[in-house]
């Protein structure tokens, strides 16, 4: 009997906690301790976490942060994310909380500075996808992008344990494209979110035509006199930021970090949890361990 492949379930630590987060700062609900500190982001990211965990069923698990805002990305384009405001005072001590936390679980924690949390995702991924099934739990798209056989992706919607599994046949059924060449699409039609325009005039619709007939920017730019006199003067006028917009888009997979498959074996210590939650004056911790216990041995 051929033996089961682990499940290795990487987390973007950033999507879970900012969701976390404004769930219940929209009412004012902080969790504010004795000692003054916020612990609402905290509570919620266990509870995403587990939800998953119980889920899914992961046998490995490790989480990725960005280190700050700086990044190759924004030395590229200063203005990279620059439409992004500052992190309310209630969460900026929840940052660093949170990996304490995540810690006491025996859960590693990767980042690095200079790399997005998606950078050392894709970085991992692409380590571990040979052992190991891997999932990747985060709330943005662009990481779809590193769809493949070995490597699904789970979006977080609104609410608890509610998810859209993407694999590289449900994104193809959708978008009609391969994970791969959505890097060319953000480069065509830019990024709102991320702060970088791709061709001013080009959107989606347009995008996901010209790479369904031209496979990818390349194609493109070897087939201007085919295209309307339109789209080829966009494109012309726009050819420079065309380029930085792909590699602002590409999730690099090539970062120096790496995760220990033995440590990120899904393993608790319950003393040492309620440790540390108890430090932080979590509520409800009890109950919520033992919900996890069902899920993961303690």
Known sequence: MEKQKPVFMLVDGMAL???????????????????????????????????AVAAFNPTHLAICWDMGSKTFRTELFADYKGNRGEAPPELIPQFELIKEVTASFNIPNIGLEGFEADDCIGTIANQVKT??????LTGDQDILQLLDDHISVILLKKGYGNYHVHTPDTFKEEKGISPRQMIDLKALMGDTSDNYPGVRGIGEKTALKLLKEFEHIDGILANLEKLSKSHKTKIQQDL???????????????????CCFEEACLKIEKEKVLNKLHELELRGVDRLLSAYEKVVPI
Not at 21 to 49: E, R
Not at 131 to 136: G, S
């Open 17 to 51: 906690l900012f969701r976390a987060f404004y769930a219940t700062a929209v009412t004012g609900q902080f969790m504010i301790n004795s000692k003054g500190i916020p612990t609402n982001g905290i509570h919620g990211f266990i509870k995403h976490l587990f939800t």
């Open 131 to 136: 052992e190991a099934a891997v999932l990747i």
């Open 240 to 258: 420079d930021m065309l380029h930085l917009s792909r590699r602002l888009a590409e999730i690099r997979i090539d970062v120096p970090v790496s």
